[in-house]
């Protein structure tokens, strides 16, 4: 069964300074790769995803991240984080043949001015 | 483009009530999603809708949970008898699946029902 692995409950940064909060999955081929974000109290913002083709991939509010089939990972990176990204992440996947969404556990990012 | 819409925002509801919950998708959206978030954890999922078919409920409960997509109005997840183990945030989610685009399998989530039992 697929699964995905953020090692990070909590992290925090100062303002400015760069994030890279981690991500791991289990699949046997390539999944669909996703990074949300929940502020408190409220639903979940697609951050970015990942289906196919440059690894590398940019989404909104200034992240990016980067899969790397070899070590199973989808590291989400800010190069300059500020305060308002004061929030929870969720790294999740799919594959074809099912729609659910498996979500990791998430990582809290405080900011700290 | 509305996004997803749910309905009531929290909800309470004392043991042995019933809980229905509402989700509108996005418009142009035909599948629906339902997510469970307990207490700080992880989204679960649920159950996976179509109009008026349920295509995958690996995640719901045997018992005391449903879940419904009419032809038409919104998606209901009903939740029978509730307990105190189900206060939780319900979230909906809803996707396009339209082929060839990279919006396949990309679902937008609501806001969210956060349901205490009493």
């Known amino acids: 069964a697929q699964s995905v692995t953020q090692p990070d409950i909590h992290i925090t940064v100062s303002e400015g300074a760069s994030l890279e909060l981690r991500c791991n999955y289990s699949y046997g081929a390539t999944p669909y790769l996703f990074w949300y974000v929940q502020s408190p109290g409220q639903g979940l913002q697609l951050l970015l995803k990942?289906?196919?083709?440059?690894?590398l991939v940019q989404g909104i509010k200034g992240f990016e991240a980067e899969f790397k089939r070899s070590q199973s990972s989808f590291n989400l990176r800010k190069p300059s984080v500020h305060w308002s990204d004061a929030a929870e992440y969720f790294c999740a996947v799919v594959h074809t043949g099912r729609r659910a969404l498996t979500f990791g556990s998430g990582t809290r990012l405080q900011v700290q001015p | 483009n509305a996004g997803v819409m749910q309905n009531p925002r929290h909800l309470v509801r004392r043991r042995g009530q019933e809980a229905r919950l509402r989700c509108s998708p996005m418009?142009?959206?035909?599948?629906v999603y339902w997510y469970r978030q307990l207490p700080e954890e992880g989204l679960k999922f649920m159950v996976y809708l179509q109009k008026e078919n349920i295509i995958d409920e690996s995640g719901m409960p045997k018992e005391r949970f449903s879940a419904e997509f009419p032809k038409e109005g919104p998606s209901i997840l009903r939740i029978q008898q509730v307990v105190r183990g189900d206060s939780a945030a319900y979230f909906c989610a809803s996707s396009p699946i339209r082929r060839g685009t990279q919006d396949t399998d990309t679902q937008y989530f609501g806001p969210g029902t956060r349901l205490t039992v009493l």
């Open positions: 990942y289906f196919s083709g440059d690894t």
């Open positions: 418009k142009g959206h035909s599948h």
